[in-house]
Protein backbone atom coordinates (compact mmCIF):
# COMPACT_ATOMS: atom_id res chain seq x y z
CA UNK A 1 0.00 0.00 0.00
CA UNK A 2 0.96 3.50 -0.93
CA UNK A 3 -0.65 6.98 0.82
CA UNK A 4 -0.04 10.16 -0.50
CA UNK A 5 -1.30 13.23 0.33
CA UNK A 6 -0.56 16.76 -0.93
CA UNK A 7 0.54 20.29 0.56
CA UNK A 8 0.82 23.92 -1.22
CA UNK A 9 -2.16 24.71 -3.07
CA UNK A 10 -3.58 28.09 -2.42
CA UNK A 11 -4.49 30.88 -4.76
CA UNK A 12 -1.91 33.11 -6.72
CA UNK A 13 -2.36 35.95 -9.17
CA UNK A 14 -0.93 35.30 -12.85
CA UNK A 15 2.65 35.41 -13.02
CA UNK A 16 2.89 33.78 -10.04
CA UNK A 17 4.62 30.73 -8.44
CA UNK A 18 3.48 27.90 -6.03
CA UNK A 19 5.28 24.72 -4.81
CA UNK A 20 3.33 21.76 -4.26
CA UNK A 21 4.80 18.76 -2.06
CA UNK A 22 3.24 15.53 -1.48
CA UNK A 23 4.74 13.58 1.32
CA UNK A 24 4.43 9.58 0.48
CA UNK A 25 4.75 6.37 3.01
CA UNK A 26 4.30 2.95 1.65
CA UNK A 27 6.37 0.67 -0.14
CA UNK A 28 8.02 2.72 -3.47
CA UNK A 29 10.25 0.21 -5.61
CA UNK A 30 11.99 1.26 -8.85
CA UNK A 31 9.43 0.63 -10.89
CA UNK A 32 6.63 3.11 -9.77
CA UNK A 33 6.20 6.06 -11.26
CA UNK A 34 5.13 9.19 -9.32
CA UNK A 35 3.25 12.34 -10.63
CA UNK A 36 1.19 15.26 -10.58
CA UNK A 37 -2.33 15.71 -11.80
CA UNK A 38 -4.85 18.06 -12.12
CA UNK A 39 -8.60 17.91 -12.53
CA UNK A 40 -9.43 21.74 -14.08
CA UNK A 41 -12.70 22.91 -13.59
CA UNK A 42 -15.37 20.86 -16.34
CA UNK A 43 -12.66 18.92 -17.67
CA UNK A 44 -11.18 15.40 -17.02
CA UNK A 45 -8.39 14.86 -14.60
CA UNK A 46 -4.97 15.46 -16.81
CA UNK A 47 -1.33 14.54 -16.25
CA UNK A 48 0.82 17.37 -15.52
CA UNK A 49 4.27 16.01 -14.71
CA UNK A 50 5.57 12.28 -13.87
CA UNK A 51 8.64 11.36 -12.83
CA UNK A 52 10.69 7.81 -12.70
CA UNK A 53 14.37 6.92 -11.87
CA UNK A 54 15.23 10.61 -13.23
CA UNK A 55 13.29 10.55 -16.05
CA UNK A 56 10.61 12.98 -16.00
CA UNK A 57 7.89 13.79 -18.62
CA UNK A 58 5.11 16.79 -18.77
CA UNK A 59 2.67 18.18 -20.21
CA UNK A 60 3.70 20.58 -23.25
CA UNK A 61 1.87 23.52 -21.91
CA UNK A 62 3.35 23.69 -18.80
CA UNK A 63 7.05 22.56 -20.26
CA UNK A 64 9.59 24.97 -19.07
CA UNK A 65 7.00 26.35 -16.48
CA UNK A 66 7.24 23.31 -13.79
CA UNK A 67 9.31 21.14 -12.50
CA UNK A 68 8.61 17.81 -10.55
CA UNK A 69 11.20 16.59 -8.41
CA UNK A 70 12.08 14.59 -5.17
CA UNK A 71 14.00 14.88 -2.00
CA UNK A 72 16.86 12.83 -1.50
CA UNK A 73 14.86 9.95 0.81
CA UNK A 74 12.19 9.77 -2.35
CA UNK A 75 9.86 10.34 0.72
CA UNK A 76 8.58 14.08 -0.88
CA UNK A 77 7.27 15.10 -4.42
CA UNK A 78 7.74 18.24 -5.03
CA UNK A 79 5.91 20.22 -8.49
CA UNK A 80 7.38 23.84 -8.34
CA UNK A 81 4.76 26.04 -10.46
CA UNK A 82 6.24 29.17 -12.39
CA UNK A 83 4.40 31.81 -14.30
CA UNK A 84 0.68 30.53 -13.19
CA UNK A 85 -1.60 31.35 -15.43
CA UNK A 86 -5.14 31.16 -15.23
CA UNK A 87 -5.35 28.12 -17.46
CA UNK A 88 -3.56 26.25 -14.66
CA UNK A 89 -6.33 26.32 -12.10
CA UNK A 90 -7.37 23.12 -11.04
CA UNK A 91 -7.36 20.82 -8.37
CA UNK A 92 -3.81 18.70 -7.85
CA UNK A 93 -3.35 15.19 -7.14
CA UNK A 94 -0.15 13.38 -6.81
CA UNK A 95 -0.26 9.49 -7.89
CA UNK A 96 1.90 6.68 -7.84
CA UNK A 97 2.11 3.72 -9.97
CA UNK A 98 3.95 0.52 -10.13
CA UNK A 99 5.00 -0.81 -13.27
CA UNK A 100 4.17 2.58 -15.30
CA UNK A 101 6.61 4.38 -17.28
CA UNK A 102 6.43 8.19 -17.05
CA UNK A 103 5.32 8.68 -20.22
CA UNK A 104 2.28 6.52 -20.40
CA UNK A 105 1.43 7.70 -16.58
CA UNK A 106 1.56 11.03 -17.61
CA UNK A 107 -0.78 10.07 -20.95
CA UNK A 108 -3.28 7.92 -18.96
CA UNK A 109 -3.69 9.12 -15.59
CA UNK A 110 -6.12 5.60 -15.30
CA UNK A 111 -2.48 3.82 -14.98
CA UNK A 112 -1.88 5.23 -11.81
CA UNK A 113 -2.77 2.84 -8.68
CA UNK A 114 -2.35 4.88 -5.83
CA UNK A 115 -3.92 8.89 -5.51
CA UNK A 116 -3.86 11.43 -2.80
CA UNK A 117 -6.77 13.79 -1.86
CA UNK A 118 -5.70 16.76 -3.92
CA UNK A 119 -4.85 19.97 -3.01
CA UNK A 120 -6.85 23.42 -4.64
CA UNK A 121 -4.81 25.37 -7.20
CA UNK A 122 -6.61 28.77 -8.02
CA UNK A 123 -5.02 31.60 -10.68
CA UNK A 124 -6.76 34.79 -9.90
CA UNK A 125 -6.19 38.24 -10.55
Known amino acids: QVQLEEFGGGSVQPGGSLRLSCTIS????????LGWFRKPPGKAREGVAT??????QYRASVQGRFTISTDSTKNTLYLQMNNLGPEDSAMYYC????????????????????WGKGTQVTISS
Open 95 to 114: AAGRNVSPLAGLNAPGNMEY
Open 26 to 33: GDIDRTTS
Open 51 to 56: LRKGEA
